[in-house]
């Protein structure tokens, strides 16, 4: 019998909000029921809140300090179940939050917790007439139609994204050949790619294949391994911090980011510099996003 997901006790970066209501909502989705090698990804969002409380409250880059927006950090969503379920509660709860006027951030867990976040800013940006797109940074495609008997499994997440938008993919390097023949590799940024580019003039080109409305996902092991070991299927050849924040900061002030999550963190009691690599990861796209807002 699979052990029961730790629960998170602390609350991002150990702040309450400042204000009410708040602007932005912690969701985290402690779920790890297709990940297909190492597991223990429904640990992530309880280490990467830990994490967050040593995470200094002012960020340089920015030069702001993102809490004083008001962040709260909600119940998780736990759940047992198939990973279809699990996409319509998430769908369900972030499309309350957008209604509501939040930005939504949510903490996995595997990669099939974003599914339902997907589908909720998928369907808000064409009820009101915008582009939608789904901005994916990653080592793996994730876009089988279906994996060991899902099409909700964590390696199906961007067959489900193309369905209600576009996408882009930015640093694969593990792929299925059948993944191969069916993605539209004028919309794929290989890690190869970027990392033989010698600049940065690759990010113009995500940013030109991007809608209006963007929903971004980081799966942490986009990060090369030597920085980012605690994930379940770490792949070598990654891109490093400069690279991904360069990224944020470049599309969230041509874009508008509505949603983003951070997935994929599998803790280790050795490996403590990732939980903070990855609380460190959301303050700064979150930090990115509320300054291109303002």
């Known amino acids: 019998m699979a052990e029961s997901p730790i629960v998170p006790s602390a609350v991002f970066l150990g702040v309450e909000s400042p204000v009410d209501p708040p602007t932005v909502s912690v969701l985290p989705v402690p779920y790890d029921a297709t990940s297909t090698w190492r597991k223990g990804a429904d640990r992530g969002p309880a280490a990467l809140l830990d994490a967050s409380t040593e995470v ?17 950090t909600l119940d998780p969503i736990v759940h047992a179940g198939d ?9 369900a709860r ?69 369905e209600v938008g576009e996408i882009v993919q930015v640093g694969i390097r593990a792929i299925d050949r059948s993944e191969h ?57 990654g891109l490093d911090w400069r690279t991904v924040n360069e990224l944020v900061r470049r599309v969230a002030r041509a874009r508008t980011i509505v949603a983003f999550d951070v997935v994929e963190l599998l803790p280790h009691d050795a490996l403590w510099a990732c939980d903070f690599l990855a609380a460190k990861l959301v303050h700064r796209v979150l930090a990115e996003v509320l300054t291109a807002r303002a």
Do not use: K
Not at 56 to 72: C, N, Q, R
Not at 121 to 133: D, K, L, N, Q
Not at 186 to 215: C, H, K, Q
């Open 56 to 72: 200094e409250l002012f960020d340089l880059p920015t030069a702001t300090e993102p809490y004083l927006a008001g962040i709260e």
């Open 181 to 237: 023949e069916t993605m539209n590799h004028d919309r794929v940024f290989t890690a190869d790619a970027i990392l033989s580019a010698g600049n940065d003039d690759w990010m113009d080109e995500v940013i030109a294949r991007l809608p209006e409305r963007v929903y971004l996902t980081i799966d942490l092991d986009a990060f090369d391994a030597s920085i980012m070991p605690a994930t379940g299927t770490p792949e070598p050849g």
């Open 94 to 162: 972030v499309g309350g939050l957008l209604d509501s006027g939040r930005l939504p951030i949510v903490l996995g867990g595997e990669h099939s917790v974003s599914i339902g976040a997907i589908r909720a800013a998928a369907a808000r940006a064409t009820a009101e007439g915008h582009g939608f797109g789904t901005l994916q940074i990653d080592a793996h495609g994730d876009t089988r139609e279906s994996y060991h008997g899902s099409s909700c499994n964590h390696a199906c997440v961007m067959a489900r994204a193309r």
């Open 83 to 91: 990973p279809e379920a699990l996409a319509d509660l998430v769908e």
